[in-house]
């Protein structure tokens, strides 16, 4: 049975552990919760953006990857009735700002979802969501002490750059490579003009700072992120020669520096495309697939549906589809896929 056979398979299983619950076993397994400490309703101010999930070809090579960026590896799901496990990496250092939450009261994550087999299918390829005609999901982006010294350390270790900070213009960002191509934009969090001479780099400073989806209508976007899922938008960055602008959101404290935060989402708009009725994005989830989603937790994951279902979003799962309750996924805009998930402090018990 070659890889397209398999990866067929995989998707079959996948598709109908999500959304059809008398034809296969699930692949995450129902939990319960006590009510007891959960919030009788729900309040976006306690929402998080909690990962990114992307697919990974070996999950060797891309963990060795992302601990090189002094990210840690904070739990991993194993379901091997569905083929496929789930490793969960974020910055865990003392001074990191989310350092020793549960996995769920974090932000800033990356998920790498890892499809038994992929590491020997010489055949097998990620979609970056970079490459036309399926881009979509941009890159991830970590913020740095020193700019010049984190990116040196990088290419002395062997890892390649789409960008270097010598190419182009702006010489104030880089984007490095992970084993499968994709993007991870590296900046500063202080000018350049001070980092300039500076040879060395603490990997208990960095942060995950942003992912960024293009969207075909920002104003759409922005209604839906800022409306619905109650983030605020914490920075613009109009580019008009260019012609394109960027926009960042994220939850809590708007007036704290970007480039200082963790877990920021970076919605990307090149002017004209919402005057297009054929053009659209790639999810991520259709075929070639790459980027899978982003998840925001919440406090009370019942009542934060209840509040989405009466603004009428559209549903890629609802938590009433299928035997897994644990989860919810709407759909933005543009069709990525956003996962709702349960924040454990305010159960006190484990979701997987």
Same mark, same amino acid.
């Given at each position: @049975?070659?890889?397209? !056979?398999?990866?067929?398979?995989? +998707?079959?299983?996948?598709?109908?552990?999500?959304?059809?619950?008398?034809?296969?076993?699930?692949?995450?397994?129902?939990?319960? %919760?006590s009510f007891a400490n959960m919030a009788a309703t729900t309040d976006v101010q306690n929402y998080k953006f909690n990962h990114s999930m992307i697919r990974v070809k070996d999950p060797k090579e891309s963990v060795k990857f992302y601990e090189f960026l002094g990210m840690s590896l904070l739990?991993?799901?194993?379901?091997?009735?569905?083929?496929?496990?789930?490793?969960?990496?974020?910055? $865990?250092?003392?001074?990191?700002?989310?350092?020793?939450?549960n996995l769920w009261d974090r932000e800033g994550l990356i998920e790498l979802?890892?499809?038994?087999? !992929?590491?020997? $299918?010489?055949?097998?390829? *990620?979609?970056?969501?970079n490459v036309e005609p399926h881009r979509g999901f941009g890159h991830?982006?970590?913020?740095?002490?020193?700019?010049?010294?984190?990116?040196r350390r990088l290419e002395d270790a062997g890892y390649k750059f789409q960008k270097k900070l010598s190419d182009g213009r702006m010489k104030h *960002?880089?984007?490095? +490579?992970?084993?499968?191509?994709?993007?991870? #934009?590296? *900046?500063? %969090?202080?000018?350049? #003009?001070e980092t300039e001479g500076?040879?060395?780099?603490?990997?208990?400073?960095?942060? @995950?700072?942003? !992912? @960024?989806? %293009?969207?075909?209508?920002a104003e759409k976007s922005l209604k839906f992120y800022q409306e619905v899922l109650g983030m605020k938008l914490v920075r613009t960055h109009e580019a008009k020669e260019a012609g394109f602008n960027l926009y960042f959101l994220g939850y809590g404290d708007e007036k704290q520096n970007t480039a200082d935060r963790e877990g920021l989402l970076e919605l990307t708009w090149n002017y004209g495309t919402e005057k297009d009725e054929n053009f659209s994005y790639h999810n991520g989830n259709d075929q070639p697939q790459g980027f899978g989603h982003i998840c925001v937790s919440v406090d009370n *994951?019942?009542?934060?549906? #209840?509040?989405?279902?009466?603004?009428?979003?559209?549903?890629?799962? %609802?938590? !009433?589809?299928?035997? @897994?309750?644990?989860?919810?996924?709407?759909? $933005?805009?543009?069709?990525?896929?956003?996962?709702?998930?349960?924040?454990?402090?305010?159960?006190?018990?484990?979701?997987?």
């Open positions: @049975m070659n890889s397209t !056979t398999h990866a067929a398979q995989r +998707l079959k299983l996948f598709s109908s552990a999500l959304f059809n619950h008398k034809k296969t076993t699930l692949f995450r397994p129902a939990f319960t %919760r739990k991993k799901l194993s379901f091997p009735e569905a083929k496929f496990d789930l490793y969960f990496l974020g910055y $865990d250092a003392p001074g990191a700002v989310s350092a020793g939450a979802t890892h499809n038994y087999g !992929t590491e020997s $299918d010489p055949n097998y390829k *990620i979609n970056n969501g991830t982006c970590i913020s740095v002490d020193n700019l010049q010294a984190a990116c *960002i880089a984007f490095a +490579l992970d084993p499968d191509g994709y993007w991870v #934009e590296i *900046i500063g %969090r202080k000018p350049v #003009e500076v040879k060395e780099t603490d990997l208990k400073t960095y942060r @995950m700072n942003h !992912t @960024m989806l %293009r969207v075909k209508d *994951i019942e009542a934060a549906c #209840e509040r989405l279902e009466g603004l009428n979003v559209n549903w890629k799962k %609802r938590l !009433t589809d299928g035997r @897994m309750k644990n989860v919810a996924f709407v759909l $933005d805009p543009d069709g990525y896929w956003i996962e709702l998930v349960q924040n454990e402090r305010f159960t006190g018990q484990a979701n997987f």
